[in-house]
């Protein structure tokens, strides 16, 4: 809840420090006297929208800073999480808006954007008021109030993810037949191709090894003629019986050399053996360019087939197998579509199914929510005099949604026989407050914790009325904390914390001032507020009355 709420150069207000209670926390004053500024200040550093021109006119810039107290398991925390700011038992607001209009935000010392303000403030703070379109008013809101009320979220978080499966289940079908669409519009190209590939059969490197033979074939009359001169050159004839004769001159003068030719011979004889192999490796590679006139035409016709197929469909003559492979998929997936389609179908019933039976669920959960919700308020209206009037939770059907198939309405008829519509066009402003006053009591009977501002509400009413607004305001309040602006001595004397607001003038400077009120200072305020300007001895008396009678409650 708000703890503090600090203020610098907003508007007519120069200085303003408060502290708030858990309770009933009331703010009075003449009309024009602020309380308006603080109501907007409180929304500046919320993130709320709200007027531009909210810095003190001949200061640089307007400062507000907000000090709440988070319970453990408080919403605030997961939103502080997902933002990656830091959390703890206390988080501290603050906002500046410079005199050019530009407006910066902190929270827990980290800047932040106004986004992430308002999805704290969501959780922090509600404002009811007879202009309430952030709340009760606003009839998107009204389903999830009413699941709140009920206790349906676990249920509504069932339909969502049930919703959320049915679409995946959808998605998964749309895209399945686009795909099978799309293989259909290719199949005799996908067919063609997979008989072509299979037909030339390429095998990984095989474009490397026919460029190499046709290479040599295309050289190997050139070759032959120099390998037969190597060949006659490494023989008998050469080479090798030269060496041999060598060979024999040595030996028979090793027995005279007294070892001095042993080396030479042994080189000899690792020598013979080298150049018998060159002459072997020789001999291969001549036999090898032996071939009959058609095998060039027949490895120039395989590489230019591989080479054309693989221009053909964008690929390295490499990867034909690879892709062969894959156009074989896509045709098995073709083949298979039609299994696939039917497969996905069922699994769309089964999740649509189960979609529709959980929502049926919910919408059965939300009518019985929505008698018991209606009964309290009846029970509720009496004695804020509006027994005449009437109040119902429309439930309609809608488009189907994570939130389920129904569309929920709060309508109001003032009086018997009176066509029933929503809130804001039904009631008028006195009627209105109550009627807010009412719903909020109804909705969030057992919930604590809750902070709220109830700008006002209490407009149009007076006597009887504004007492019974007065003592549910302070129903309302206990285990949780009420900002209320009012000009009721009914509700005011209600309060459990009071403050004065007023303006003051100095040195030609007019500045809004907010007092806390000692016991003695709120028979004054309560007085005014009964009697006007002049504050007479009956009205202090009477003043006295009320307040008597928020100790007697």
């Not at 050399?257 to 072997?280: F, H, M, N, S």
Request: proline share 3%; aromatic share 4%.
């Amino acid at each position: 809840m708000l703890r503090s709420l600090d203020i610098r150069d907003m508007l007519i207000i120069d200085r303003l420090d408060l502290a708030f209670q858990p309770g009933l926390n009331v703010l009075t004053g003449e009309t024009g006297a602020g309380k308006s500024i603080l109501l907007d200040s409180l929304g500046f550093v919320l993130g709320w929208r709200g007027r531009a021109d909210l810095v003190r006119t001949g200061a640089d810039q307007g400062e507000v800073v907000a000090v709440f107290d988070l319970a453990e398991g408080h919403p605030a925390h997961n939103v502080l999480a997902e933002a990656g700011l830091p959390g703890g038992e206390e988080l501290i607001l603050r906002r500046v808006n410079t005199a050019q209009g530009r407006k910066t935000a902190w929270v827990n010392d980290r800047r932040v954007s106004g986004e992430v303000l308002r999805a704290l403030s969501d959780t922090l703070v509600e404002l009811h008021g007879q202009q309430d379109d952030r709340g009760l008013l606003d009839p998107r809101q009204h389903r999830a109030m009413l699941d709140a009320f009920g206790g349906l979220e676990d249920q509504r978080g069932e339909v969502a993810a049930l919703w959320k499966a049915r679409r995946a289940a959808e998605a998964a079908l749309a895209q399945a037949e686009a795909a099978l669409a799309e293989m259909k519009a290719e199949e005799e190209f996908l067919r063609h191709s997979v008989a072509e590939l299979d037909q030339l059969d390429p095998q990984p490197g095989e474009d490397e090894a026919l460029d190499v033979k046709r290479r040599l074939m295309q050289g190997a009359e050139k070759m032959r003629a120099d390998l037969a001169k190597a060949i006659a050159a490494l023989g008998l004839e050469g080479a090798e019986g030269a060496m041999g004769d060598a060979a024999r001159w040595l030996d028979g003068l090793a027995g005279q050399a007294e070892g001095g030719l042993d080396e030479p011979l042994a080189a000899l004889e690792r020598a013979q053996v080298e150049l018998g192999e060159a002459q072997a490796g020789v001999e291969r590679f001549a036999e090898a360019l032996s071939f009959n006139p058609g095998e060039l035409e027949e490895t120039e016709e395989r590489l230019f087939a591989l080479r054309a197929l693989a221009r053909k469909h964008g690929v390295q003559p490499d990867d034909l197998g690879a892709f062969a492979g894959t156009l074989r998929e896509r045709l098995a997936a073709l083949d298979g579509g039609a299994d696939q389609i039917g497969a996905l179908c069922g699994a769309l019933d089964a999740a649509e199914a189960d979609f529709t039976k959980a929502a049926a669920g919910l919408t059965k959960a939300r009518r019985a929510a929505a008698r018991k919700l209606d009964n309290a308020m009846k029970g509720e209206l009496s004695p804020l005099k509006l027994d005449r009037a009437t109040f119902s939770t429309e439930i309609t059907d809608t488009q189907p949604g994570p939130d389920g198939a129904d569309q929920v309405a709060f309508v109001v008829a003032t009086n018997p026989g009176a066509p029933a519509g929503p809130l804001n066009k039904i009631a008028s402003g006195g009627e209105l407050s109550r009627f807010l006053l009412a719903l909020k009591v109804c909705l969030t009977r057992g919930v604590e914790g809750l902070t709220m501002i109830f700008d006002e509400i209490d407009r149009g009413v007076g006597g009887a009325t504004a007492d019974a607004v007065g003592r549910r305001l302070a129903g309302l309040a206990e285990g949780g904390q009420i900002l209320v602006v009012t000009h009721s001595p009914q509700v005011a004397a209600r309060g459990a914390h009071h403050w004065r607001v007023a303006k003051s003038a100095r040195d030609g400077m007019t500045t809004s001032e907010v007092v806390p009120l000692q016991p003695e200072d709120r028979v004054e305020e309560v007085a005014r507020m009964l009697s006007g300007d002049k504050i007479t001895d009956a009205a202090k008396e009477a003043a006295r009355v009320l307040l008597s009678g928020e100790t007697a409650a």
